[in-house]
């Protein structure tokens, strides 16, 4: 990233933490050895990795991370995503509401499975965030995906019950803990053509993540 627009993020307050859901490593570093994005090929995301990477750590309870995909996700997908520039990849990282946790061995269970269905419940606990509680998030999640998807419910809430898809769990919460990254969600670090640039907390706006990329450049 050019000190120009270093200089025109740090005016604006992208360079540091934003307001998100609450209950810090950054540095030269490549996608390829930053703590954050260890194993990313093996998560969950949309596009391509090769160019932009948006590495979100996102809480399936958290509001502010239901604000993020409302208001900023599409537009990453629109002119991140879909043109090819780059990727946007998720960890799940439940530190919010307790109901959190039980929903994030649900959706590592569910990519397992059919990656397509995975973003189908990710949008789902966003979409009925209030309706949600550690009670009943696994028949909720069992009804929604049995109905909504290919996927086996029962089979999922099972799983998640018993933990199935741990590791998967852990290896998200470890990333994070190793990049020092903090439990202000969702967290969103953001690397240009590879290169880690900042990391952002918060329901950011688009504009804010593409001048980080370079994508407002000219």
Known sequence: MNRRRFLTLSGVGVVGAVAGCSSE??????????????????QPRRGELGGHVILAFEDPSCPTCRRFHEETLPDIRENIVDTGKGAYAVRTYPVIYPWGEPATQALESTFARDSEAYWALFEH????????DPDNVLDRTAMFLTEETAVDGEAVARDAQEQ???????????AAEDAGLGE????ILLFEDGEFVTKVNGSVSYDLIAEALGERDG
């Open 25 to 42: 490593a950054d540095s030269a570093e490549s996608v390829d050895n930053h703590p954050a994005a260890a194993d990313l090929d093996a």
């Open 164 to 174: 199935a898809h741990n590791d998967a769990v852990q290896a998200d919460i470890q």
């Open 125 to 132: 606990y966003f979409a009925e965030q209030s309706s949600f």
């Open 184 to 187: 202000t969600t969702p967290i």
